[in-house]
């Protein structure tokens, strides 16, 4: 661990620049397996042993593809199948259709939610699609398991529950200002540097409307300062650009100087910006002959938040702005209106500003690079009702 103390004023604080080993951490298994492995090991636990050579080029390939995500949901949604498939007795490789219907109701009457149910048969098609099990169709694309999935949505509706939107407050909507609004946050983060780091998080995830994934991998390089205080970010990619064409967003000159605040504190140079910052505070202890004073070390590390550790942030600024009384909840809400929130709660906030300001679903589709419009209106479609057609036209000849 090297040590390159800040220029900080108050010389009872010490900045430590480090590679991550004296933080703590949340895996105890240092040579954690890939998602590619993992997906493999998962696969390789229900394939049947009668099954015909595949292409190993042809796998790697169809992994290459793919992105870690989702690959991830697979292995895990194939971990369920198998699970069931254990306790029913049934062969999970290749799935019979009956089967999976029968696993559509069992998983319906534990009470997943419709789009679980989609996701799941949707993984499980995919898997017999590396596998060579999907000639001339996958065993998902059966009518029958189609069905089970209509009737589902039709018996329990499709509405999905959405993150808790963090939208900005009073400035741009007076209607906004109900609950946690990003105003709130910000006043609520501190002026040390973990304040520091979570003001320029949640002010440059609003602006950019970046999803977590985008949000973690921001580098101070990607940034081009404009000679109005704003400037320009360049996303290199994201969830709907796995091929890496890139994006750009604005950010407000706020954004700019929450950054520039934080990269100067911190003394970031390269790499992402926005990292884990551990706190060791020490009281002060009166010795003779003389006291030592209290002493504060922040250690900050070179790996880049996790979604687990944005959503942290979030909910410990949160209840932060709760206690310094900027934000007003009826009694006995604020346990779930903190856990509403998560690292979508800032790209939902400014879907939902935006469709207040009058901008139509198109525009902010392309804005924040949702896959369409359809996409932003069901983040915002209570908010579309005021500035659609029927609003504009209405709201001149009747007031």
Same mark, same amino acid.
């Given at each position: 661990?090297?040590?390159?103390?800040?220029?900080?004023?108050?010389?009872?604080?010490?900045?430590?620049?480090?590679?991550?080993?004296?933080?703590?951490?949340?895996s105890?298994?240092?040579?954690?397996?890939?998602?590619?492995?993992?997906?493999?090991?998962?696969?390789?636990?229900?394939?049947?042993?009668?099954?015909?050579?595949?292409?190993?080029?042809?796998?790697e390939?169809?992994?290459?593809?793919?992105?870690?995500?989702?690959?991830?949901?697979?292995?895990?949604d194939?971990?369920?199948?198998?699970?069931?498939?254990?306790?029913?007795?049934?062969?999970?490789?290749?799935?019979?259709?009956?089967?999976m219907?029968?696993?559509?109701?069992?998983?319906?009457?534990?009470?997943?939610?419709?789009a679980?149910?989609?996701?799941?048969?949707?993984?499980l098609?995919?898997?017999?699609?590396?596998m060579?099990?999907?000639?001339?169709?996958?065993?998902?694309?059966?009518p029958?398991?189609?069905?089970?999935?209509?009737?589902?949505?039709?018996?329990?509706?499709?509405?999905?529950?959405?993150?808790?939107?963090?939208?900005?407050?009073?400035?741009?909507?007076?209607?906004?200002?109900?609950?946690?609004?990003?105003?709130a946050?910000?006043?609520?983060?501190?002026g040390?540097?973990?304040?520091?780091?979570?003001?320029?998080?949640?002010?440059?995830?609003?602006?950019?409307?970046?999803?977590?994934s985008?949000?973690?991998?921001?580098?101070?390089?990607?940034?081009?300062?404009?000679?109005?205080?704003?400037?320009?970010?360049?996303?290199?990619?994201?969830?709907?650009?796995?091929?890496?064409?890139? @994006?750009?967003? #604005?950010? !407000?000159?706020? &954004?700019?100087? $929450?950054? /520039?605040a934080? *990269?100067?504190?911190?003394?970031?140079?390269?790499g992402?910006?926005?990292?884990?910052?551990?706190?060791?505070?020490?009281?002060?202890?009166?010795?003779e002959?003389?006291t030592?004073?209290?002493?504060?070390?922040?250690?900050?590390?070179?790996?880049?938040?996790t979604?687990?550790?944005?959503?942290?942030?979030?909910?410990?600024?949160?209840?932060?702005?709760?206690?310094?009384?900027?934000?007003?909840?009826?009694?006995?809400?604020?346990?779930?209106?903190?856990?509403a929130?998560?690292?979508?709660?800032?790209?939902?906030?400014?879907?939902q500003?935006?469709?207040?300001?009058?901008?139509?679903?198109?525009?902010?589709?392309? @804005?924040?690079? #949702?896959? !369409?419009?359809? &996409?932003?209106? $069901?983040? /915002?479609?209570? *908010?579309a009702?005021?500035?659609?057609?029927?609003?504009?036209?209405l709201?001149?000849?009747?007031?």
């Open positions: 661990m090297a040590e390159e103390p800040a220029s900080f004023p108050d010389a009872e604080i010490i900045v430590v620049r480090t590679d991550d080993a004296a933080l703590p951490t949340r105890r298994n240092a040579d954690a397996e890939t998602v590619d492995m993992r997906l493999l090991r998962t696969i390789g636990g229900i394939v049947p042993a009668d099954l015909p050579p595949i292409s190993q080029l042809g796998l390939t169809a992994l290459a593809a793919m992105a870690d995500a989702s690959k991830a949901a697979i292995a895990s194939l971990d369920c199948w198998r699970d069931w498939c254990g306790e029913e007795g049934r062969t999970p490789l290749p799935a019979d259709p009956e089967d219907v029968r696993y559509v109701n069992a998983l319906d009457a534990r009470g997943k939610k419709p679980t149910l989609a996701r799941r048969i949707a993984s098609g995919s898997v017999h699609r590396l060579g099990l999907a000639s001339p169709a996958a065993p998902t694309d059966a029958m398991v189609r069905d089970a999935l209509k009737a589902v949505r039709r018996r329990r509706g499709a509405l999905q529950r959405q993150a808790a939107p963090l939208r900005l407050g009073k400035a741009l909507d007076p209607h906004a200002a109900k609950g946690f609004t990003l105003a946050m910000l006043d609520a983060c501190g040390d540097l973990q304040g520091l780091r979570d003001a320029a998080l949640l002010s440059l995830g609003y602006d950019a409307g970046l999803r977590v985008e949000l973690t991998v921001v580098e101070e390089k990607h940034i081009d300062p404009q000679e109005d205080g704003s400037a320009t970010l360049f996303i290199p990619f994201s969830k709907t650009d796995q091929e890496q064409e890139g @994006a750009w967003a #604005w950010l !407000s000159a706020d &954004t700019m100087r $929450r950054v /520039g934080w *990269l100067d504190a911190s003394g970031i140079k390269d992402p910006i926005f990292r884990r910052v551990g706190v060791d505070r020490r009281r002060a202890r009166k010795t002959p003389e030592a004073l209290a002493r504060t070390t922040y250690a900050i590390g070179t790996a880049p938040l979604r687990q550790g944005v959503n942290g942030i979030y909910r410990r600024v949160a209840y932060a702005a709760y206690e310094q009384g900027l934000v007003t909840l009826p009694v006995g809400k604020l346990t779930d209106a903190v856990k929130l998560s690292s979508h709660s800032l790209r939902v906030g400014l879907t500003d935006l469709f207040a300001a009058g901008e139509d679903g198109t525009g902010i589709a392309q @804005a924040l690079r #949702w896959s !369409s419009p359809t &996409t932003a209106l $069901r983040y /915002g479609r209570k *908010l009702v005021r500035s659609n057609v029927a609003a504009r036209v709201s001149r000849v009747r007031g």
